[in-house]
């Protein structure tokens, strides 16, 4: 009996578990050594910092290990499918070269090491997540850690500003979640993933009482809504800007990489795994509503950015349409694409910001700050390679063949014409150009401002040993993959398998 309760209930938690047992390790060496006057307060940090990083490496190998069983565990509030098993893969793997990108310095505090491994738990059950009371309770123990870590930067006003902007906006966010969740269940009786399937498979609308319909229908749009809140999707986009803008550097680039790819895999899980032939008019209609909006304010928001944080928010809201784009298809066999121009996304994501924290190694004499755009006006005299590689992940960006930006965003626009979406692929094909002119611009401002040589920045060497190898090797990939697609088409397809009968 024993036996078979660790491997039904413990083996698919065997990381988590670990992880737990680590940031109980971490907590105790961090309170026993932090106020020591032998071992100060830094180099607890950096201890903590190289501890975390070498278990996220020990949990990467582990999954290797570990064989991939299919099935419901914890009485059916957990799932081990291909999706959370081979997810996990990409969540670690991004985790390890965020914490190389960012070492001990960017944060002084080792707790702040501690809540990010909190996050990586927390997105790894969330993957799992197959319940509504598992994603709620999941969700908002992910959310409580980001509404700490965007404020993490005590001295910082804007700092606390953002994070109290997402705490209040994010409780909004919850609320509807929760509302959303109270009402499905009052309507149905059931909470599983699995039984929502069978319950609404082959429902249909006009057999069914008018008063129920007009109840589940508001209960997915207020659960949608949640959802495209958490994703930072228009028209729910308003937090996003400030929030990545406020927030420290580092836990910008986590914002922008890791939840946003387990929020939107539950996002599916919800749409296919769950509402079956629910889908109406007015739950499609809403998808496109928000897939549109996305892309023009996105794209237009972008233009009027100045700094480069609020830039990439933008940027991201006007990306995450192509992901919304497949959505509305409600076709399985299309989410490959998804998952492909996910991992491109992701991989552009990195580069974006590893080139970010090399470029704020220079020292600049005059009035020139890192966080505006304008700074790069003397990139490409100061550091020619590091200004050419800006230029590789800005045409990947914005989708210039022959990189892997515009592979991705061709298999998508292929999926959504064989999805008869003609109005928001041709929405999608001139937005997606406008923006080009952005990117464009950023190059001009690289190359061919104007120049005074009396103010020239002053560059020094790199502090950080593994971020430049990782901006070279993420900025290789995105030139090298146009020559083939077969591993991430592979993955995209492990990926997938969840959702295709």
Not at 387 to 406: D, E, K, Q, V
Request: aromatic share 24%; proline share 3%.
């Amino acid at each position: 009996m024993s036996l078979n309760f660790f491997y039904i209930n413990l083996y698919p938690l065997l990381l988590e578990l670990y992880l737990l047992c680590i940031i109980c390790f971490c907590l105790i060496f961090g309170a026993i050594f932090a106020n020591s006057t032998n071992y100060y307060f830094p180099l607890v940090s950096k201890i903590i910092h190289f501890f975390v990083l070498l278990s996220l490496f020990f949990s990467f190998c582990l999954l290797f290990q570990m064989s991939p069983i299919y099935f419901h565990y914890w009485n059916h509030l957990l799932i081990n499918d291909s999706l959370t098993f081979y997810g996990k893969f990409l969540i670690f793997f991004i985790a390890i070269i965020w914490f190389l990108i960012f070492d001990y310095k960017f944060s002084l505090n080792f707790e702040f090491w501690i809540l990010v491994l909190l996050s990586v738990i927390a997105l790894t059950l969330l993957l799992q997540a197959c319940d509504l009371l598992s994603i709620y309770l999941t969700l908002e123990f992910l959310s409580l850690i980001f509404y700490i870590l965007t404020s993490t930067n005590r001295i910082s006003e804007f700092s606390t500003e953002s994070g109290l902007k997402y705490f209040i906006l994010g409780a909004f966010a919850s609320a509807f979640l929760l509302f959303g969740f109270s009402l499905l269940y009052s309507f149905t009786g059931l909470t599983n993933l699995s039984d929502y399937l069978i319950f609404f498979t082959g429902y249909s609308v006009f057999n069914s009482p008018t008063f129920l319909t007009q109840g589940l229908f508001l209960s997915i749009i207020c659960i949608f809504t949640a959802f495209l809140f958490k994703l930072g999707a228009a028209p729910f986009h308003f937090w996003l800007p400030d929030v990545y803008e406020g927030a420290p550097t580092s836990i910008t680039a986590w914002f922008a990489l890791l939840p946003k790819f387990v929020i939107l895999t539950l996002f599916i899980r919800f749409v296919y795994s769950a509402l079956g032939d629910f889908i109406n008019f007015e739950i499609y209609f809403y998808l496109v509503i928000s897939t549109f909006l996305s892309s023009l304010i996105g794209t237009i928001g972008a233009f009027l950015q100045n700094k480069w944080k609020r830039f990439i928010a933008f940027s991201s809201i006007s990306h995450l349409s192509f992901f919304l784009v497949i959505l509305c298809s409600l076709n399985p066999d299309n989410l490959i694409y998804l998952f492909i121009y996910l991992f491109i996304y992701l991989f552009m994501s990195l580069s974006f910001f590893s080139f970010f924290i090399n470029f704020n190694h220079f020292i600049f004499p005059f009035n020139f700050t890192p966080r505006f755009f304008s700074s790069l006006t003397f990139l490409n005299l100061t550091n020619p390679t590091l200004s050419f590689l800006f230029i590789i992940i800005l045409f990947s960006f914005a989708g210039i063949p022959p990189l892997a930006g515009f592979f991705t965003k061709f298999f998508v626009l292929y999926s959504a014409f064989f999805s008869t979406f003609y109005f928001l692929l041709s929405t999608l094909l001139i937005l997606n150009c406008v923006a080009c002119f952005y990117y464009i611009n950023l190059i001009k401002k690289n190359y061919f401002n104007k120049l005074i040589l009396t103010h020239l920045p002053i560059l020094t060497n790199p502090k950080n040993f593994f971020n430049p190898l990782i901006l070279s090797f993420f900025s290789s990939i995105l030139v090298i993959c146009c020559f083939d697609f077969e591993i991430i088409f592979l993955f995209a397809r492990l990926l997938s398998n969840s959702f295709i009968t």
